[in-house]
């Protein structure tokens, strides 16, 4: 007995969201189709609402309802000091450590040679243009401490070294400082999951970024 | 920072749905605002059509298309024999097998007096009718092999047992058989995930419940 093609086509689309295998969308269906008119229509408005509010800020890349987003359009915030994140999820991670109050720049992913992933396909180019343009002192590389992350920590070190040494010489003679969050992350570990206490020592502890 | 409120309403919404938890639900409403306006409408489109044209069977309770279901509509069936499930993706599960050719009746859930769920709360009353109105000889109980499932078996075959004297005295002298799947079932193991062997060899040593 063939299911209706109308199931077959939601089982589909829920397939398509992240982590979701056969049997959960399954059990994901049935609720939806167990839902009363009143809480689909809400469901609903909701995905429209948030799909339609919700985007990428034109200067960090972190998804908010306002472009610039909140965080760059806050004026009490140190726009020297500046934390360069895989994804806007740890932007929220960092956002819970009380000590930081710089600003942010949402690569919207990592350099991954296996995937295909390459300098031009993540905002590198809007970070490089945004630390010749804006007087920011300090990157802070809080990237994922997996193969990826390392490789576009060393990758974007590199970058910002040459463009620290055009700063220098263009009345900015302090240059651009690149850290790194010390302790606190394990190998391996994404930064998403992180617990504050983690998160919190890891950026105490930063360390300059060893350029050899 | 807080999150913008049509974001945090899409992922309280999302949290509703079986088995999604904070950070799944926040990887889930990532990849809903990275939809394209096309992706967002059809998937919107696709929920609501499912919504729509899905309902369970009036007669079995089985969600389809169409009801009464294609299973119940099924001319080719055998009308005689009455497979009594828990939910819709039992219904699935027990129509892989291409021994099967008898009809369902959904219990819409089971017997647990721990979560209030008492005889009213599921479909008996309409399985009681069923039995005593149609011509069925053998029902199944293929129900999950936990303690509910058990609970609930027990008490079906009680009411039956009950209802076969009646039918007998009323022009059924053979009564309603009362059987159970057999082997493949192992201890605490859910219906829904069985393959089709293990069900097929359930199917076929199913034995007369122990009405003791």
Redesign the interface.
């Known amino acids: 007995?063939k299911?209706?093609?109308?199931?077959e086509?939601?089982l589909t689309?829920l397939r398509?969201?992240?982590?979701?295998g056969p049997?959960?969308s399954?059990?994901?269906?049935?609720?939806?189709?167990r839902?009363t008119e009143e809480e689909?229509k809400?469901?609903?408005e909701?995905?429209?609402?948030?799909?339609?509010?919700?985007?990428p800020c034109v200067i960090c890349g972190h998804?908010?309802?306002s472009s610039p987003c909140?965080?760059c359009s806050d004026e009490t915030r140190d726009k020297t000091v500046l934390c360069v994140v895989e994804?806007?999820?740890d932007?929220?991670a960092v956002?819970r450590i009380r000590d930081f109050n710089g600003v942010y720049h949402v690569l919207g992913g990592v350099l991954s040679p296996l995937e295909g992933i390459g300098p031009q396909d993540i905002q590198i180019a809007s970070l490089m243009k945004r630390l010749e343009g804006e007087p920011i002192v300090e990157v802070i590389l809080a990237l994922n401490s997996d193969v990826e992350g390392e490789t576009t920590a060393q990758y974007l070190a590199k970058q910002i070294t040459f463009l620290s040494i055009k700063v220098q010489s263009n009345g900015r003679p302090e240059g651009i400082r690149i850290t790194r969050p010390a302790q606190g992350l394990p190998a391996g570990g994404e930064l998403?999951?992180m617990d504050e206490l983690t998160l919190t020592r890891a950026f105490e502890g930063r360390r300059e970024f060893d350029r050899n």
């Open positions: 007995m299911r209706p093609a109308s199931f086509k939601l689309i398509k969201l992240p982590s979701v049997k959960m399954e059990r994901m269906a049935f609720r939806i189709l839902m689909i809400d469901f609903i909701t995905l429209q609402d948030a799909h339609k509010e919700v985007r998804w908010d309802d909140r965080i994804n806007s999820q932007v929220q956002g998403e999951y």
